[in-house]
């Protein structure tokens, strides 16, 4: 009897050690799939941090991409002055664009501060789809260009965009705007309505959307489509880079 309790026992333990090896193997087995799963999700990680690289260090995020595809500078163009300037700044924007409200002080402080060096085009591109307003302002600021008062109510339309941009009918208020550049009002009226003035915004939009334009304000520096600068100081070191090229 005690031969076969003894015998049990140990079948006993037998079995109970046979049990914990098991235990032992399905815990292990267990660490090496939670590891492949962490070594996977590092890796992953890694990868992604790797194109977050790339990106930062690709042209379009700091601030240029291709040659822009668009028409050189002609003498139909509204310019700030005579051809000549280092750089070449060309803007496709919209009056009653918000965005390029926001972009004019930054663009007009960079006039004010390179003068002769920067020679800019001014590209009238309504978004006609989403702005009711931006044709009729856009003929407004062009029958102040017959009158050489272009970038003065240029001033005007972006500086008092939001009492003009839900307006049924602004044209009381670009009259306004006439009288206080001291324009001659009756022919601004008429070039405002004019077909002369209809026929250049229609042309200048057409051109912009031929070019693969489709945003305002889109920017082409020294013929290089830019991603819009964060600011001033942004959009100013890509004038600098600019300037010590053809230094």
């Not at 031969?3 to 090496?32: D, F, G, M, P, S």
């Not at 926001?102 to 989403?130: A, G, M, S, W």
């Amino acid at each position: 009897m005690a031969e076969e309790k003894l015998t049990k026992k140990e079948k006993k333990e037998l079995r109970r050690l046979e049990w914990r090896e098991i235990a032992k193997k399905e815990q292990r087995n267990a660490q090496i799939k939670k590891y492949s799963i962490w070594a996977g999700a590092v890796a992953v990680i890694v990868l992604i941090i790797a194109g977050l690289l790339m990106l930062v260090s690709s042209p379009s995020l700091t601030g240029t991409s291709q040659n822009a595809n668009v028409a050189p500078v002609s003498a139909k163009d509204i310019t700030n002055k005579e051809s000549g300037a280092k750089v070449t700044l060309i803007e496709y924007s919209d009056f009653q664009c918000p965005a390029c409200a926001t972009y004019h002080p930054v663009v007009k402080q960079l006039l004010e501060e390179y003068k002769d060096k920067i020679y800019f085009v001014y590209r009238i591109f309504p978004l006609t789809n989403i702005h009711p307003n931006a044709k009729i302002s856009s003929r407004a600021a062009y029958a102040a260009y017959k009158q050489n008062k272009f970038f003065e109510m240029q001033d005007l339309l972006f500086i008092n965009q939001k009492d003009w941009a839900d307006e049924q009918d602004p044209s009381g208020i670009f009259m306004d705007y006439g009288r206080e550049l001291k324009l001659d009002v009756k022919k601004f009226l008429g070039d405002m309505n004019s077909d002369e003035a209809k026929k250049y915004v229609d042309t200048s939009e057409n051109q912009a959307l031929s070019e693969g334009i489709n945003s305002t304000p889109t920017f082409i520096l020294n013929n290089v489509k830019i991603k819009n600068p964060a600011g001033y100081d942004e959009f100013k070191k890509l004038i600098e880079n600019e300037l010590n090229k053809t230094q």
